[in-house]
């Protein structure tokens, strides 16, 4: 069984009885109110309530908020900007927190962390347009122009604080990464953040046929600047790993046991998640097991290989993993 058919792309008609339904919902809300924008006077009022709503389930259960969100990266079905828009929001606010940033500063963030996904439906909307009317216009110079032309379009729906704003106006722009952050912004703060989650949602994206784990995925970071002894040379690497975990939530992988799943929620440690154990690897053909919990900060059971969707069967069930997870576990508090 293949990962995309494990975790398919819901459709609005049966999104509520799937895993995952009160996220899928919401991605479906956010993508239309962006994708309506120019239809509704109150679109970037359903953007921010569909930001509350996430809110108040990543306050429930952040590892579970994660999981969705990073599986729903390499998804191109129904609601697929929305759903990586909310990704992009929840692993944004847990790196400023790892980085101490206040409430304040977090909501300005994750409204930006939303709003990047304007650019990229006004992106669509204008090639289609292009392709259909002026094949000639070079593609380059649309990527150029439509995310100051996205921010000018929130801008004239802005509640008249422009830090967020900012924030999505400068994210595409390397020279703040160069500024001493003495000298930096808050919005040029948030800029430089988003950059990095950006990219690394963009890696994970992509990871499905080659995973990564959460350094190789972040850019720009290495395994001695994103430990906690050297985190002031790459402090947005080091909270990146510190907020998802080294293996992101989602991930296959294999343990020193031979034993093989899923990487389920954050562990005591980065390196050390708590995995959904359904699959034996030392055996010719791999048989499933009946999916047990498994800490890897235990001798024996840590992390060694990162692993691909098809190479040994998936669970029917998301749900009935996260179901695995009980008080006792050593889940990490969201």
């Not at 995309?4 to 459709?11: G, I, K, Q, T, Y």
């Not at 509520?16 to 006077?41: F, M, N, V, Y």
């Not at 690897?281 to 800490?295: E, G, H, K, M, V």
């Amino acid at each position: 069984m293949q990962l995309s058919a494990f975790l398919r792309v819901p459709s609005c008609a049966d999104a509520a009885q799937a895993p995952g339904s009160e996220w899928d919902k919401l991605a479906l809300e956010l993508q239309a109110a962006l994708q309506h924008r120019a239809d509704t006077w109150d679109w970037l009022e359903r953007v921010l309530q569909v930001r509350s709503r996430a809110r108040v389930l990543a306050a429930r259960d952040m590892d579970a908020a994660l999981l969705h969100g990073l599986q729903a990266l390499s998804r191109n079905g129904a609601g697929a900007v929305g759903a990586q828009a909310l990704c992009r929001m929840l692993v944004a606010s847990e790196v400023a927190r790892a980085l101490g940033y206040g409430a304040a500063l977090i909501a300005h963030l994750e409204r930006a962390a939303l709003m990047l996904s304007v650019p990229m439906v006004v992106l669509r909307e204008r090639m289609g347009r292009v392709i259909a009317t002026q094949p000639g216009e070079p593609v380059a110079e649309l990527l150029r122009r439509y995310a100051e032309d996205a921010v000018l379009l929130a801008l004239e729906e802005a509640d008249g604080d422009p830090v967020w704003l900012e924030a999505v106006r400068q994210h595409r722009v390397a020279v703040s990464e160069a500024l001493p952050p003495t000298f930096m912004t808050s919005a040029q703060h948030l800029a430089v953040l988003l950059r990095r989650v950006d990219r690394f949602c963009t890696r994970m994206a992509l990871s499905r046929r080659a995973p990564v784990t959460t350094l190789q995925a972040a850019g720009g970071a290495d395994a001695d600047a994103c430990t906690a002894q050297h985190a002031g040379h790459d402090p947005i690497g080091a909270a990146l790993v510190q907020a998802v975990g080294l293996y992101p939530l989602g991930s296959l992988v294999q343990l020193e046991s031979g034993e093989a799943g899923m990487v389920l929620a954050r562990g005591r440690r980065a390196e050390q998640p708590l995995v959904a154990v359904f699959a034996d690897l030392r055996r010719a053909q791999p048989l499933p097991l009946n999916p047990q919990l498994s800490d890897t900060a235990h001798p024996g059971r840590a992390v060694s290989a990162l692993l691909c969707a098809d190479q040994f069967p998936l669970p029917a069930s998301l749900q009935a993993l996260l179901q695995l997870r009980t008080p006792g576990s050593g889940m990490r508090a969201a």
